[in-house]
Every structure is written in structure tokens, then in C-alpha cells.
């Protein structure tokens, strides 16, 4: 079979779903003007500037009209990495900052979701940087990649693909800067989620390529910078010797995190509009309209 020929760069004539641009504003995305950089059969990632210069990632997600109009009722995949990528913005924590999603019919791609994000310069993500320089990075501390995750699951924020691979890393090991990316299976509560099955998860996908490239007294300082007990400690790395992270599991979390977040926004729905119906049986009465008693 021959490999899928590259799409053809183009000028995508789009409207802003919601962002930093004006809703509704039609906007040029010059995909001639740039560069593709990753071209898979459902994914396209470009990589161009806007209008007023600014460089930015465009990512282009095609989808079936079946798949488009269901998602409708339901969210986009950039939808939801707008808006999750925006909550860490807005918590101080070093991410691609997110600049407009859209949805629609775009020619020559044909249904899809496109996601644009301002464009990081010299970066690598961070399990790249493990397979190819592994010696360079013996000395990387990653206590603030924990300390940040630590900060999101705080506010409520479960990342849900929390990899080495949606994390960049900028500058050189004894001097790094990280950067969070990618969020499609991003989810808000209304609480605190540290120590809940759902926050284990996220450690666990972040720990399982670094528990075999690091020894555990220094995974243990990370976790440390977390702010996991000392008497969790243990439990937790005879869990992560085991676990592995496979498509099933993938699936199988990313089901049980849509239902929690389902259950606790009709949660959070039916006790906001069950308090605002619950009155107080006795009201005042208003000044000058005093109630009258019956006498006979």
C-alpha cells in the first residue's frame, strides 16, 4: 500500500469558537506560509504565523460527518484542550498557550476540528529527550513538573494524558523549563482531587518511563515535591513496578473519568437549583402592609 501523499497547504478561511481573537471573527490561517510537521491519516499539525505575525501550531483534527455532527452533542477533542489548557494558563503553570479553537468544514481536509496554540520555540518533549540524549538528562531535576501537577490537581484539574511526551522541555538539563501540552482528556471538578484514584493515574502515566530510567530515591524526592507521605511512598512503588499503560486501560479511565465529571456537574446542577427553590417559609412583610390577624 502506498503511504498517504501529503495534504496540500492551503488558506483556511475560519471563525473562532472562543479564545483570545474575536468570537465570530472570520480568520486566515496561511497554511502556504508554513511548515507541516506531523501528517498522520486522521492528524494534521502545521506549524505558521498569523496575521499579525505572531508564530503559532496549528493542529487539524479530521473527522467523519458522523463523528463531526456527534460531537456536537457531546464536546470536541479541541474544545476540550482549550479550555483545559486555559485553566493551567491561568493557574501560572508554564503550558501552549491556547489562541482560538473552530470546528467546521474546511477544504481540502473536509470535517474537522482545528486547535491553534502559540508556537514554543526550541523545545523537545520530554520523553524524546530521554530516548535520545538519555545521559544528558541524569542530572534533570523534574520536582517542578510534580510541584505543577500538584498545583492542577489542587484546583480540581485531572490532565488525563499526563506523559512525558505532552511535556516539553526548553533549555539545557541543568537549567530546564517545562512546558505542558496537550490536553484531550482534560477534566474539571469542583474539589480538591489529590489522593483519588483519578490523581493516581495521572502520577502513575507521568512516573511509569521515568521509574525505570531513574533510581527510586530520586523519584521519591519528585513525588516528595508532590506532597505524597512518606507512608504512600512505598504502596505507590510497588503499584508503579506493575502498571503499564496500555490502550485498554487508556479507554477504560478515560470512560470512568468522563461519567465522574458527568455525575458531578448534575450533582453540582441539581444542588444549586434545589437551593435556590428552597425559600424560607416566613417572609417579612414589606413596610406599611402589615399582615392582618383574623378577629371576630
Partial sequence: MKPESPPPACLLHVYPMGGRLPEGTPVDLN????????????????RTVLADGRPVCVKIYKRSLWAWSTRRFTSFRVQREFYGLSQIE????????????????????????????????????????????PEACTSLDLSPVFAATAIMHGAGLLYGTLTTK?????????????????????????????????????LMCLCERL???YPEDKVCLWLSAYGIPESEKDELFTRLKRFRSTGFLRRSFGMEFIVRSG????????????????????????PGNPQLKATR
Fill in 90 to 133: 491561568d493557574l501560572g503553570i508554564p503550558c501552549s498557550v491556547p489562541v482560538f479553537w473552530c470546528r467546521g468544514h474546511f477544504p481540502p481536509y473536509g470535517w474537522a476540528e482545528i486547535l491553534v496554540t502559540e508556537w514554543i520555540d526550541e523545545s523537545q518533549s520530554l520523553g524524546d529527550r530521554l530516548k535520545t540524549r
Fill in 31 to 46: 497554511l502556504t506560509r508554513g511548515e507541516l510537521i506531523k501528517h498522520e491519516s486522521s492528524t494534521l499539525i502545521w
Fill in 263 to 286: 455525575l458531578t456537574r448534575f450533582v453540582t446542577f441539581f444542588r444549586r437549583t434545589f437551593s435556590q427553590t428552597q425559600q424560607p417559609s416566613s417572609r417579612k412583610q414589606p
Fill in 211 to 213: 521509574f525505570h530510567r
Fill in 166 to 202: 505532552n511535556i516539553l522541555l526548553k533549555g539545557s538539563p541543568e537549567s530546564p523549563a517545562f512546558v505542558f501540552i496537550d490536553m484531550p482528556r482534560f477534566h474539571r471538578f469542583p474539589r480538591d482531587i489529590r489522593g483519588t484514584r483519578m490523581a493516581r493515574y495521572d
